[in-house]
Each structure stands twice: as structure tokens, then as C-alpha cells.
């Protein structure tokens, strides 16, 4: 057993505070449970652990510091006068308050529970480890027999999914089909007013627990799915509605294309480009279990390919009726 100062890094006129501190930083940094790949991690858990047992406890520092004690804590027994004796108070004083176990001087299992959530209870008294990897205790069970501590029950990790959801979904299925990473299949109800990134947690479907903890619980992100000519607005939905140009001066009854079906749409003549009309309750559904809007914006389209009969027509509209298209703020 190397010398517990060296072990922790710590000078020999250090404080209990220090001492504390640096067993804290070796002790989160090698438990076992934190370290399952790494082999070296038990002893050097291990080694820290019995100097902690030396240096966290007052009276056996004093007694390692006059040397009375080695590094495990076994009493040296030193020779008095030329007949090699030793005296049986001496014995007494080297071996008084070993069989103490840890806490004495820096409360081992609080430091452990501190940082590592209630690992530390399963450490008292400084065993060995057990033979799955995990720390077992040394306090005796029934019968004055040393035996195993349980192992810590965890809850399972969450399991995060993705769902692509269409608008059609949330109109009239209100639900959609995951499959979760167990490969369990779970059809989700979407409540009304679901929105693209809103998150619904289903609680105990994620990865098992160990030991015989909960499962974690299964987080499904929505994401809505584009729509060819649909965009949601809130509860809302936008589109834009091409009509030709005769339709927008005379007037005219447009098919106009909803979630719930096509309706027809009345533009009224000399329609302006841009004018947004708006479909009472032909939107999605919101949270207070009614439906937004459908606002349709006209879009006015001329003809791909030239016509010789509107260019001359539009020529002579310009000479005989000009008009402003513009306000002075684009002057």
C-alpha cells in the first residue's frame, strides 16, 4: 500500500477539508459502477478508498503520522529497551479504534451518496468488490456472515422519436403510428392545437430500468410534414390562390381546395392581387377544441406564352387610362 498522502496528492499538512476534497475527486472519478469498462478503476477505487480510511479519520492520522500505523492501518510494533519487548499498552494504543470502519473522520458514505446519488451506501465499511463489477458492502448479514449488498435500482433511459405528421392527420385522424426504439408500434393521440416541434411524453414506454426500476418514458417530437399547398400559420392555414386575369377584373366563383373538401370561392371584380379572403373554420384544430382559418391570398396569373390581342390592348390602356400601381413610397 503506498503512502495515503501520495495516494490522495495531498501534502502531509493538509486540512481535513483538503483531505476531503480530494478523496470527493478520486472517488467520482474511479467507482466502479462509473467505470464498468475500465479494470484499472477498482483498484485505483480501491487504494483510495483505505487511505481515505487513514486520513479521513483524526485519530488514525495521528496515529499513521507517529507511526504507529502503516498505510493499511496495521499497527507497527516497535521494540522498548535491549530485550526486544514491547510493551502491552503500546499494543493497546496502536490497535484502539480500528475496528471503527469508515466515517470517524470524513463521513465516506455521505461523500459518496453526495456525488454519486446513493451509491455510497452500498461502500460502508471499505469490502472488496463483487464479483458482477458492482461494490459490495462488509457489514455482516444474518448470522455475523459478510454477504452482498443489493444493487441500486435505475430508471431507464427516455427514448426520443421522431413523428411525421400531415395536416390531414391532425384534422381528422388526430393521431399518429411510432415505432419505438424497442420496436414496439403505439399509436399516439394528438391533442388538439399540436403544433411542428411540440413534444408529448408517454410515461413507462422508454428504455427498461434496471434492477427492477421504472422504464423510462418515450418522447415523440412532432414534425408536420409539408404540404403541397398548405402552410400552417398557428391554427391557421395560408394559401395562395392563382386566378387569371379576366377572373380578377370581371369577377368570378373559384374552386378553392380545403381540408374538409373543395369549396367555391366568390371573387368580386377588379379583385386586387394580393387580397387575402378569409374560410371560416377550415383551418386546424386548436386548443380550445374549435378550428382556425383558411386565408387565401389571389395570385394573379397572365398567360405563359405572349398574346398579340393583350399587348395591344394593355398598349392602349396605357396612352387612354394610366393609373398608379405604386404609392409615393416607392418614389
Do not use: C
Not at 475527486?25 to 466502479?32: I, Q
Not at 454477504?147 to 405528421?165: E, K
Not at 399518429?176 to 408529448?200: F, H, N, Q, Y
Amino acid at each position: 500500500m503506498r503512502d495515503p498522502y501520495s495516494v490522495l496528492g495531498v501534502a502531509k499538512s493538509a486540512s481535513e477539508a483538503d483531505i476531503k476534497r480530494a478523496f470527493r475527486k478520486l472517488a467520482k472519478k474511479y467507482h466502479p459502477d462509473q467505470n464498468a469498462d475500465d479494470p484499472k478503476a477498482k483498484e485505483h477505487f480501491a487504494e483510495a478508498n483505505q487511505a481515505y480510511e487513514i486520513l479521513g479519520d483524526k485519530e488514525k492520522r495521528g496515529q499513521f503520522d507517529r507511526g504507529e500505523i502503516d498505510a493499511e492501518g496495521k499497527p507497527r510494533f516497535q521494540a522498548h529497551g535491549f530485550g526486544g519487548g514491547f510493551d502491552e499498552s503500546d499494543l493497546f494504543r496502536q490497535t484502539r479504534g480500528q475496528s471503527s470502519g469508515f466515517g470517524r473522520g470524513g463521513g465516506f458514505d455521505d461523500i459518496l451518496n453526495d456525488i454519486l446519488g446513493g451509491l455510497g451506501g452500498r461502500a460502508r465499511g471499505g469490502a472488496g468488490f463483487a464479483g458482477d463489477g458492482g461494490f459490495a458492502g462488509a457489514g455482516p448479514g444474518p448470522g455475523g456472515q459478510a454477504g452482498p449488498r443489493p444493487r441500486p435500482t435505475r430508471r431507464g433511459s427516455d427514448a426520443n422519436v421522431t413523428a411525421r405528421v400531415t395536416l390531414e392527420q391532425l384534422v381528422h385522424d388526430r393521431k399518429v403510428r411510432v415505432a419505438l426504439p424497442s420496436g414496439k408500434t403505439l399509436d399516439v393521440k394528438l391533442p388538439d392545437g399540436t403544433v411542428d416541434g411540440e413534444k408529448i411524453r408517454l410515461r413507462g414506454q422508454g428504455e427498461p430500468g434496471e434492477n427492477g426500476g421504472p422504464a423510462g418514458d418515450a418522447i415523440i417530437e412532432v414534425r408536420l410534414a409539408r404540404h403541397p399547398i398548405f402552410t400552417p400559420s398557428g391554427d391557421d392555414l395560408r394559401l395562395d390562390l392563382p386566378i387569371t386575369l379576366y377572373e380578377a377584373v370581371l369577377g368570378a366563383k373559384v374552386r378553392v381546395p380545403t381540408l374538409d373538401g373543395a369549396v367555391n370561392l366568390t371573387v368580386a371584380p377588379n379583385a386586387q392581387a394580393g387580397k387575402t379572403m378569409r374560410l371560416k373554420g377550415k383551418g386546424l384544430p386548436n386548443r380550445t377544441g374549435g378550428r382556425g382559418d383558411l386565408l387565401v391570398t389571389l395570385r394573379i396569373v397572365l398567360p405563359e406564352e405572349g398574346d398579340e390581342e393583350l399587348t395591344t390592348l394593355m398598349r392602349a390602356w396605357k396612352e387612354l387610362r394610366p393609373y398608379r400601381a405604386r404609392g409615393p413610397e416607392f418614389d
